[in-house]
């Protein structure tokens, strides 16, 4: 988080919290014209928000290092508290100003499974990690009534995995277009002193994006979004590391066009370094989470009995102790499935990482007909990466350790 700039969750660009844009309600003053939806260039260009929306406009000069909370239309004279960026124009959380919140991203490789898992992990956030942690999780979007912000195609996708036991064809860019990101916001309490509550809030913002796309050059957004955030969670496909395939069988239809997960982290870290300014000499200091997606593949290998295949206990904290051992494990593992190079290129290029095991369906699928296994979809240890990246920015607590 850098002094008094923070990151804009649709378009990644660093702004002014200060000097935030105002979006006109549409409702008109009396006697006045109403302002008229159009589509705005500059959104769709950066976050490929293609549906007309109300105007927005500079704020007006304050003293006020905050600015005003309220403004006028200049052209329709009405009020509006409605705040939105300075580059993109897109509407922002109600509090966002005030908010000096960090931006976690997710970023993965080709069919690694970030359209399951994004979709899954938001689902699991809305229920149950939720009342966990007593959080308020909410779609950015909710709080404007702008449905489009949201984006159908997490209810699409939400409706395919939970009620119709379907999987989708890969996220194709040219399908149409860019997608906006999605954006939710955790407000977690804080018992302060002398037993006040406050709130801290932090923004999650998901970019849904294929995976080639994300870790190019061309991608537009793909260098802003590594550049803003704070911390990312990695999403690498196990079935490509190179013993997996002598150890565990992978059907050719669950292998559409992938890529090794080494060749995916080169990029990332070649993309961080650029966007972060980080110095050959020096490692990348923003947490990363390195996530195994599809664990529910190396079921049989591990045995019943393995740790990895534990969960963790759960209360309003990150089980640290239980974090620890299962890097540990993973670390381990990569060993055995001949993939330790992985460990010694995180090792000398970042800080602070930590390995994961996930399973977004907590079975493996019938991956020739795209379907789920019967039993329905059953998170596995979904929650932890991002549990773990709240605990290292000190939004929710951690345990043992
Ligand atoms: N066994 C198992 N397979 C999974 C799981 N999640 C995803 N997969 C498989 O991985 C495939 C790709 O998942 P997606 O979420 O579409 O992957 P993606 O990273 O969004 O792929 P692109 O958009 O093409 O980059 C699915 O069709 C499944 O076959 C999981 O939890 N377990
Ligand atoms: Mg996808
Ligand atoms: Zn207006
Ligand atoms: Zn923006």
Redesign the pocket.
Known sequence: MLGSTVACPYCYNRINPGKLHFQCTGRAAPGRDRCVKSVDQDRQRLTGYAAPAWPTFPPPESRNPLGQRVAQCPDCGVDTGVRACPVCHTPLPANFAESRSPLIGMV??????????TTVLVHELRHNVRRRFAADVSFAGDQQGDAGSLGNWLKLYERSLFDQNM??E??AAARDGLKVPLVLQWRQPKRGKLGRTTHSTTTLSFY?A???DMTTQEFVNGQAYLGSADGLIV?LDPFELPGAHDRIAVPDA?R?ETEPPLTVLNRITEMLRLTHGVKASKRITIPIAVVF?????FYKMLGDDHPLLTKPQAGAFYNETAGQDTDEHIRALLTDLDADDIDSHLRSHYKQFRYFA????????D?RK?QVDAGGVRPFRVDEPLLWLLGMFKIIERSGG
């Open positions: 993965g490789g080709k069919n690694s499974g970030k359209t399951v898992y999987l989708f890969s996220t849904d294929p995976g080639e999403l669950a559409r997606s599809k664990i529910d593949a996930v399973s977004s369906l907590g079975a493996e699928p991956y795209q």
